[in-house]
Nanobody, 114 residues
Framework: QVQLVESGGGLVQAGGSLRLSCTAS????????MGWYRQAPGKQRELVAS???????NYAHSVKGRFTISRDNGKNTVYLQMNSLKPEDTAVYYC????????WGQGTQVTVSS
């Protein structure tokens, strides 16, 4: 089992920045990829960014150049640095870990005001 705890969400004005953190515990040796997803009201959950254990990253087109995903293996933590935030980035952001199975965090709200 893997447990994920997210933090760092909040309210920010358009153009501002936030950094999300997701710390994994439990059977972390089984994790080979972690990512951030988001779900806005009335919309499907979508991939924002992901990073493999080897450091390969993948981004949604809508966030390329604004968001950066990184991981600190020593702290079992993955980060999402979000810059130049837009109102359309408003959503609940979820951390996901992929190992023997998929694990999800509880989500953290990000609200960007115009």
């Amino acid at each position: 089992q893997v447990q994920l705890v997210e933090s760092g969400g909040g309210l920010v004005q358009a153009g501002g920045s936030l950094r999300l953190s997701c710390t994994a515990s439990g059977s972390i040796f089984s994790i080979n990829e972690m990512g951030w997803y988001r779900q806005a009201p009335g919309k499907q959950r979508e991939l924002v960014a992901s990073i493999t254990s080897g450091g390969t990253t993948n981004y949604a087109h809508s966030v390329k150049g604004r968001f950066t995903i990184s991981r600190d293996n020593g702290k079992n933590t993955v980060y999402l640095q979000m810059n130049s935030l837009k109102p359309e980035d408003t959503a609940v952001y979820y951390c996901k870990a992929i190992g023997c199975r998929q694990y999800w965090g509880q989500g953290t709200q990000v609200t960007v005001s115009s």
